[in-house]
């Protein structure tokens, strides 16, 4: 029981710590969100895969990471709806 708690205190520590981890009340658009923008944000990061995208979509590395940089603003699209 004592370590169900302490991995269940871990778990809320990190949550806090990191936005990206998520929480109970993270809708799957917010989840989504975090994970294209991780994604996205690798990628232009590491110059070997950015340019494996660019030689794979035959655009010049510049373009493709301003591409990918532009999608980060709002990579699956805008928010749906809330239902107050």
Same mark, same amino acid.
Do not use: F
């Given at each position: 029981?004592?370590?169900?708690?302490?991995?269940?205190?871990?778990?809320? $520590?990190?949550?806090?710590? +990191?936005?990206?981890?998520?929480?109970?009340?993270?809708? &799957?658009?917010?989840?989504?969100?975090? *994970?294209?923008?991780?994604?996205?944000?690798?990628?232009?990061?590491? $110059?070997?895969?950015?340019? +494996?995208?660019?030689?794979?979509?035959?655009?010049?590395? &510049?373009?493709?990471?301003?591409?990918? *940089?532009?999608?980060?603003?709002?990579?699956?699209?805008?928010?749906?709806?809330?239902?107050?």
């Amino acid at each position: 029981m004592a370590d169900k708690l302490r991995t269940q205190q871990e778990l809320e $520590r990190l949550q806090a710590k +990191y936005v990206g981890t998520g929480h109970p009340d993270t809708t &799957s658009w917010e989840w989504r969100t975090n *994970i294209m923008r991780d994604t996205n944000s690798s990628i232009v990061g590491h $110059r070997p895969l950015l340019c +494996y995208i660019a030689l794979a979509e035959k655009e010049p590395v &510049s373009k493709v990471r301003a591409q990918l *940089i532009r999608k980060m603003v709002q990579p699956c699209g805008p928010p749906p709806a809330r239902e107050d």
